[in-house]
């Protein structure tokens, strides 16, 4: 079993900066895959980015590219979403999850973070 914590929630302005952390309690085959979701209110939770521990390897969804980015401390068993140019639409709650592949859907992803929420006002 994983368990996920994320950290670094809050409010922001709309341009500003947050950065996201997700400690994971293991670093194994199971959770090799990191990803970070969101979900608004009266939406569907949707994929944001997702990075492998071994490689480093990344993918971002379409709309936070070029403002986000994902990165690992494998020392640290630790993810980061490092958000950057900050919209009222980036208002979420964000989770972390872990699985043995990257991917962008919810199905990839086997463990998941109670989620932290992020506020960006205009």
């Known amino acids: 079993q994983v368990q996920l914590v994320e950290s670094g929630g809050g409010l922001a302005q709309a341009g500003g900066s947050l950065k996201l952390s997700c400690a994971a309690s293991?670093?194994?085959?199971?959770?090799?895959?990191m990803g970070w979701f969101r979900q608004a209110p009266g939406k569907e939770r949707e994929f944001v980015a997702a990075?492998?521990?071994?490689?480093?390897?990344?993918t971002y969804a379409d709309s936070v590219k070029g403002r986000f980015t994902i990165s690992r401390d494998n020392a640290k068993n630790t993810v980061y979403l490092q958000m950057n140019s900050l919209k009222p639409d980036d208002t979420a709650v964000y989770y972390c999850?872990?699985?043995?592949?990257?991917?962008?859907?919810?199905?990839?992803?086997?463990?998941w973070g109670q989620g932290t929420q992020v506020t960006v006002s205009s």
């Open positions: 999850a872990g699985g043995p592949v990257v991917g962008t859907g919810r199905s990839n992803y086997v463990f």
């Open positions: 293991i670093r194994s085959s199971i959770n090799n895959a």
């Open positions: 990075i492998y521990w071994s490689g480093g390897s990344t």
